[in-house]
């Protein structure tokens, strides 16, 4: 039985990287929260000026919904791309051996 090991050393880069899904999740939350709290904090008892009618807390908070959420996003994104050119910079490199034996049978 002759057996036949082949070596190959190459190089490589290893770094961490953040998880965008988790950081956009959490800047849409934020934005959900962020609205939440916008919608108490202005009042819902008042009459608007431009349009003369009075809207109630749940569509005063899903007008908030629509400009908070994507703000959050893209806050999210952005504090997830710093973390990645931060993270990129810690980057080095490794030496990868991968040994691959054949056996003839």
Do not use: K, N
Request: aromatic content about 8%; proline content about 2%.
């Amino acid at each position: 039985m002759a057996e036949h090991t082949e070596t190959h050393v190459e190089s490589a880069e290893l770094r961490r990287s953040p998880r965008f899904g988790a950081f956009f999740a959490v800047g849409g939350a934020f934005g959900i929260v962020l609205a939440l709290i916008l919608t108490y904090a202005v009042g819902t008892d008042q009459i608007s000026e431009s349009t003369g009618a009075r809207y109630s807390e749940a569509q005063v908070f899903g007008f908030l919904l629509l400009a908070c959420i994507p703000v959050g996003l893209a806050l999210g994104g952005a504090v997830a791309l710093i973390f990645d050119r931060v993270l990129r910079r810690r980057a080095r490199s490794v030496r990868i051996e991968r040994e691959t034996v054949e056996s003839d049978d």
